[in-house]
């Protein structure tokens, strides 16, 4: 079975700091993209970065990065220069899209909920 | 325009109604999903199409019964609300390298 794991249900950053949101992934398959999306308290669901399995260059948004460190499964989002705007539910998920089936499909973890404080 | 638009945004019903969310999306992708986010925020897929396909059916009761009429429509029908059926219900669509676009979601709550 594929899972993620944010073992962080909740993190509070101060205004103007830096943050890490941790994720690990278990899955077989090699190649796969992940994510990071963000909800905030209107609900919508928001992508925040995406990340090829296969490339080892981390992403970067602005100021949103990644460390994606594949032998470990690991997949953890840094927010630097923390906004209050940044204050929301964030989660990883990833999917298998070569795998077919009932595996193509958004794997989602149980989510970050980060508060910025001014 | 909206990419991905459901309607309506806010559910209120007894148990034992039936009702339908509307999913829309103008993206002109193949794969439209319907995931339920739950009150501890969990998002679990239920079901998902390609180009009108059913491709998932996530051991959800049948109860819940999708329809696509059209490559840019999926919509939801359930049927005998239940309680426990509370929860944000989220629309998707699947873009390039597998990105997923959301719907502003419909809050569903039985009473």
């Known amino acids: 079975a594929q899972t993620v794991t944010q073992s962080q249900p909740e993190m509070s950053v101060q205004e103007a700091e830096t943050v890490t949101l941790s994720c690990t992934y278990d899955t077989s398959e090699n190649n796969y993209y992940l994510f990071w999306y963000k909800q905030p308290p209107s609900r919508q669901m928001i992508l925040v970065i995406r990340q090829e399995a296969y490339k080892q260059q981390n992403a970067t948004e602005n100021r949103f990065s990644v460390n994606f460190q594949k032998a470990a499964k690991s997949f953890s989002l840094k927010i630097s220069d923390s906004q209050l705007g940044d204050t929301a539910m964030y989660f990883c998920?990833?999917?298998?899209?070569?795998?077919?089936?009932?595996?193509?499909?958004?794997?989602f973890g149980k989510g970050t909920l980060l508060t910025v404080n001014p | 325009d909206t990419a991905v638009s459901q309607t309506p945004k806010y559910l209120v019903t007894q148990m034992g109604n039936d009702k339908s969310i509307k999913c829309e999306q103008n993206l002109g992708h193949d794969t439209m999903y319907w995931y339920k986010q739950d009150s501890k925020k969990f998002l679990k897929i239920m079901f998902s199409?390609?180009?009108?396909?059913?491709?998932i059916n996530e051991t959800v009761p049948n109860r819940f019964s999708p329809k696509s009429p059209d490559k840019a429509h999926l919509n939801l029908h359930i049927n005998s609300l239940e309680l426990g059926d509370s929860a944000v219900y989220f629309c998707a669509t699947a873009g390039a390298q597998e990105t997923q676009y959301f719907g502003p979601g419909t809050r569903l709550l039985v009473l």
């Open positions: 199409y390609n180009n009108k396909e059913l491709i």
């Open positions: 998920a990833f999917i298998t899209p070569f795998s077919g089936g009932s595996n193509y499909k958004l794997t």
